[in-house]
């Protein structure tokens, strides 16, 4: 069902509310409400119930914002004392924001913090802001090493933003996984088969059958290339946030254990080119074969999310009811 | 034939003295011979008399070793004033390698300097040193855009190394295209097809003929997540270096212009964690079907410039004939 955008926004608020103060529920909500926007759902108000039960169940202590430690005028770790993920990450970027403008680029380093949502909404607020940012973050190992028969890695996604000249910004979020768990999830609710190359079942072998897939690993997208870059994300971020690592990594799937992984962001204080001829250029080039157009990532989000602003969002039944149960 | 490691060293340095002093001369070959040592002749003494040509057409300077300009106390703004790739990316490392150890984490970005090699080897010996290092490089237009049908998008590479405990480290490095221009020159050498999906022809239509890829366009690895990723490193670097940016890019392929991509770096002074036994546990997976064991991203390198060190480098005898006439 279409539900109108602040009805969602105040109602999920309120599922907040008896947990936790109005400023910490509007930046939790506002960071999910902006994947169901840009139609990213498996990122958006769906995860509400899990967060609300998470703080039920102590893993998660919404009334922190995290402790912050400068280990050099540019580099702040932050332990985020199992606050709420966006409610960490906005206030470890207010700090990078401000320390940018003199160092030139910033960095925190967050352990101990909950699911951040998608790292785009990041990147994209700071490249609003004039700022390049670079976003890594760790997740539940869910992806094999090429060659590999588990799941070791986790589905680690990268974002970058930044402006592009004339008050326009480039944003691109991907994992680095082939697929999400979540699409794999679908296929087997849906009981449709995937497709060849996504996933090995749970023995190591490669498999089109999405139930047996879901307790088995997701490619690694690109092949060894992108092994080896889910892999570095993941050695780079545990390591300088002194997070776990791969099959060590708990929290952000359940309800009941201490999220223990780990996210990184880079912000630089840069020239601002203007880049928009050079994104028009490729925008304006004639499709390949097959394809309707040039996308630039990012765009269609965007797009999305204008459109959803003004006619609501396409909520399961289910989950509308939950949410509304929640606000009591 | 096999070159004896030392006396490719010698010859190849000899071959630059006559264009400009000692040091830097060293700094350019030991870049090369550690690709060749690697076993990535496409990086290696093989790119040495173009090398040679740019310093006599003017186009490089071997003097130089950039100009350098701290746009705050950890971004480093570098003019390599056409110098030799590898000596101003040396010389703003080391700028870095002071620096960061009081702020934490620090970048330079340079444009106006010549190519500069594999990133893996900034990255290794960052790594070496107990820093984590980010390193992205631009090159000329020879991706296409997802979806599109001409080159727009560097192959530009990234390399991510950091220490992983004990005195190791952790390096990859890899192109964010599907292939080299290298590898589709070397199959039209050899008058063999590439295989489906590498490469456009001059057209934009899918080829496997290796010779009309030459003037055509390399897919993007992992498709649209690898289009994404090598868009957003195309516009991050062009922006914070200042650089070129898409079809303007010239000067790594070539005698007789100015080198005008721009090089990313971006330097963090944070914990090492003790990572070998993930590292080893992914070692010793069970490999898939299909595979002999699961590979550590930049082991494989290591181990071959051991065996290369000991054994010597197998060169095309005219390339050494080159060379040698190079050194007079």
């Known amino acids: 069902m279409i539900i109108d955008l602040e009805t969602l926004r105040k109602t999920s608020v309120s599922a907040l509310l008896n947990l936790t103060g109005p400023d910490h529920a509007a930046q939790q909500i506002d960071l999910l409400l902006d994947a169901d926007l840009r139609g990213i759902s ?3 108000v769906l995860r509400l119930p899990r967060i609300a039960q998470r703080i039920r169940n102590g893993v998660t202590d919404p009334s922190q914002t995290g402790c912050h430690n400068w280990r050099g005028e540019g580099f702040l770790q932050v332990d985020g004392k199992r ?3 966006p409610v960490v990450a906005n206030a470890a970027i207010a700090a990078l924001e401000d320390r940018v403008r003199r160092t030139g680029v910033a960095m925190a380093a967050i352990t101990n913090s909950n699911h951040i949502g998608m790292l785009g909404y990041y990147c994209e607020a700071a490249a609003l802001k004039g700022l390049s940012m670079i ?3 760790t997740s539940e190992a869910l992806v094999h090493p090429w060659g590999g028969r588990r799941a070791m890695i986790g589905t680690n996604p990268v974002a970058i933003g930044l402006p592009v000249g004339g008050g326009e910004i480039f944003m691109m979020d991907t994992a680095t996984g082939l697929v999400s768990m979540g699409e794999i999830h679908d296929h087997a609710n849906r009981s449709v088969p995937i ?3 996504w996933a090995l079942d749970g023995e190591g072998r490669p498999t089109t059958d999405a139930e047996a897939a879901k307790s088995g690993a997701i490619a690694p997208f690109g092949g060894p290339k992108g092994y080896a870059l889910g892999l570095a994300f993941e050695l780079l971020v545990s390591s300088l946030a ?3 690592i791969g099959r060590d990594v708990t929290g952000t799937l359940d309800d009941d254990t201490i999220c223990n992984k780990g996210d990184v962001f880079i912000l630089a204080d840069g020239p601002v080119a203007d880049m ?3 994104l028009d250029a490729i925008r304006s080039e004639m499709p390949a074969e097959g394809f ?7 765009e269609r989000g965007r797009a999305s999310r204008k459109t959803r602003a003004a006619a609501g969002i396409d909520l399961p039944e289910t989950l509308w009811g939950d949410i509304r149960n929640l606000a009591g």
């Open 42 to 44: 498996s990122h958006g």
């Open 83 to 85: 606050g709420l993920g």
């Open 135 to 137: 976003a890594l973050s």
């Open 195 to 197: 497709p060849e190359g």
């Open 242 to 244: 002194d997070a776990a």
């Open 276 to 278: 928009r001829p050079y």
């Open 292 to 298: 309707d157009r040039v996308l630039i990532p990012g």
